[in-house]
């Protein structure tokens, strides 16, 4: 199995060590002056392509964001961790607010059509609308067989993935004829840290844009968001001193 | 409202989730439908036909469901939606329902609904964002709604008390050889179930190793607890991965819940601050985790955990 192509959805996100803030209208997050990075669930997407690339067994690795002019920061990030050419979907201003999992999927799907991909890799869920859904549309839209949650992903013959899975009680095996979708889960790699050289040269590989009109996707939202608030709070309690006096406490609300 | 549940099963047993679905697809009102497929149904119709709220069962039983792969399923339930025209199809926010109800969404042009934990209307839902950290408030413009619900945030309903008529689902040709089940490996414990258990106690970093777990499972068994990790504990190796607790492993709301050796990362938060009462035990009075806990010890785990399973 040689000369696969491959394609990696690179979402850009709010970085997963910021704390967000709810806006004042309720309506969103602060995302202004807050740092962003890859998805990181997508960066062990694109960590197992470009692994399976040292393998020769993927070709080529194209990486795709759809959203605004700053994705391309998340797309040089990918490209100099090692894919080969970047491909950035610009979604602006309120059609970037209103864009969701099932217009994206439309348009992911619209490229690996017309980019003639074999395996494409997402990772299971953006932290942040935690929506868990892009890699199954896509594979659904594409008639495509879906190995979601994937913890370890093995070749087999010229056409076969053999993909080990999370589900809720343990593992699981499944097989599947490409071309396939894949999505990625924690434990399937520890991606690597894009270099300082390799930074320079990502700045020379090719980097194309394109709009979601030439795609020929309708991309309007499904759903409107009516709030965004801030969680309950849980007011911290007591401290206890000892495991006498916490048994007391336990006992007292009836819970042992 | 009119909806179908998709159960989930493993051939003999019905999954509790299952029953959290069903309390919500009751919440929307009108007739909920359920659907079993599989390629054992006999056992999981019977209990299902009992199952509280429940007014029809379809079963479809058919060698080609093993595994409950979405590509298999997917055909059937759109056959099945084609006949019946529900308003909402559901199903539970674990492995099964997350890789299932996408796939089916995108068929029917539909944006689903992942993880809720509210019904405001029939077109109107609630779930979190941001591992939890905001709540979002959503409406749907689409004719039906496909969801799936976390089930701490929905109580089930009674597994007896009903009698669903069982009819068969609609026949649907389906032949998949793209994709193939081979098997699973599930923990066997003798333990209550994560999501489903009265009591949980999770291990952190602070465990030290796996062995050390041994600790947590003498108190679990004192207590009929169910015992889970942090994902510090389970990246270290101590445990396997089905016992993460947290926003990217397993949701939880029980009774109690005590975090030994925890220090209480946002991700962990996310899955478990919806309990009753949480107790953290960590030597380090600093821990996040003492924000969240309605008792705190201060103190060394491996003093006071044998301490405390001895006492109670």
């Not at chain 2, 050889?177 to 333990?191: A, P, V, Y």
């Not at chain 2, 949980?200 to 889970?228: C, H, Q, W």
Request: net charge negative; proline share 5%.
């Amino acid at each position: 199995m040689a000369s696969l192509r491959a394609l990696v959805g690179c979402k850009r996100v709010i970085d997963y060590a910021v704390k967000i803030r709810v806006k004042p209208d309720n309506m969103g997050v602060v995302t202004e002056g807050i740092k962003h990075s890859m998805n990181p669930f997508d960066e062990i997407a694109l960590e197992e392509a470009v692994r399976m690339k040292e393998k020769k067994i993927v070709s080529e690795i194209v990486a795709v964001s759809c959203g605004p002019p700053e994705c391309q920061e998340t797309l040089r990030t990918a490209l100099a961790m090692g894919a080969d050419r970047a491909i950035h979907v610009e979604i602006k201003g309120e059609e970037y607010q209103g864009l969701q999992p099932l217009a994206v999927s439309k348009m992911l799907a619209k490229l690996i059509q017309n980019e003639k991909v074999d395996i494409a890799f997402f990772g299971k869920q953006a932290i942040d609308d935690d929506s868990n859904q892009t890699g199954q549309m896509v594979a659904s839209l594409l008639d495509w067989p879906q190995a979601t949650f994937a913890s370890k992903i093995e070749t087999e013959g010229s056409d076969t993935l053999k993909v080990m899975r999370e589900i809720d009680g343990g593992l699981e095996h499944i097989k599947v004829k490409l071309p396939a979708v894949v999505t990625a889960d924690l434990r399937l790699n520890e991606p690597r840290y894009a270099t300082l050289p390799n930074i320079m040269k990502a700045k020379k590989k090719p980097f194309s844009k394109m709009s979601s009109e030439e795609l020929g996707v309708d991309i309007k939202p499904r759903l409107q968001v009516k709030s965004v608030v801030d969680p309950p709070v849980r007011e911290a309690g007591s401290t206890v001193e000892n495991v006498d006096e916490l048994i007391t406490k336990l006992k007292d609300v009836g819970v042992v | 409202a009119s909806s179908l549940v998709i159960a989930e099963h493993n051939g003999s047993d019905v999954v509790p989730l299952t029953y959290n679905s069903i309390g919500a697809a009751k919440q929307l009102g009108g007739d909920v439908t359920v659907l079993v497929a599989g390629k054992d149904c006999s056992n999981v119709s019977k209990q299902l036909a009992q199952a509280e709220g429940v007014s029809k069962l379809l079963v479809a039983q058919n060698d080609i469901f093993d595994g409950f792969l979405a590509e298999t399923l997917t055909p059937l339930i759109l056959e099945t939606q084609k006949q019946f025209n529900f308003t909402h199809i559901l199903a539970g926010a674990g492995a099964f329902g997350k890789n299932l109800i996408p796939r089916l969404a995108a068929k029917l042009d539909v944006a689903p609904i992942s993880d809720i934990i509210g019904i405001n209307g029939e077109r109107e839902f609630v779930r979190t964002i941001y591992a939890g950290n905001a709540i979002q408030t959503v409406t749907s413009s689409d004719p039906v709604s496909l969801i799936t619900v976390r089930g701490t945030a929905f109580p089930p309903s009674g597994p007896t008390g009903g009698s669903a008529n069982i009819e068969d689902a609609p026949s649907v040709a389906v032949s998949y050889d793209l994709s193939k089940f081979e098997g699973q490996e599930l923990s066997i414990s003798e333990r209550p179930e994560l999501t489903a258990a009265k009591a949980v106690i999770s291990g952190g970093r602070g465990m030290k190793n796996g062995e050390n777990f041994e600790l947590l499972y003498n108190l679990a068994d004192k207590l009929g607890a169910a015992v889970g990790a942090s994902r510090a504990a389970v990246d270290a190796g101590y445990v396997p991965n089905d016992m993460q607790v947290g926003q990217t492993g397993k949701i939880v709301a029980p009774e109690l819940y005590i975090a030994v050796g925890i220090s209480g990362a946002i991700q962990h938060l996310a899955g478990m601050k919806d309990s009753k009462v949480i107790v953290a035990i960590n030597k380090d009075p600093d821990a996040p985790i003492f924000q969240v806990a309605d008792f705190g010890l201060v103190e060394d785990l491996f003093k006071a955990v044998p301490e405390l399973t001895e006492k109670l």
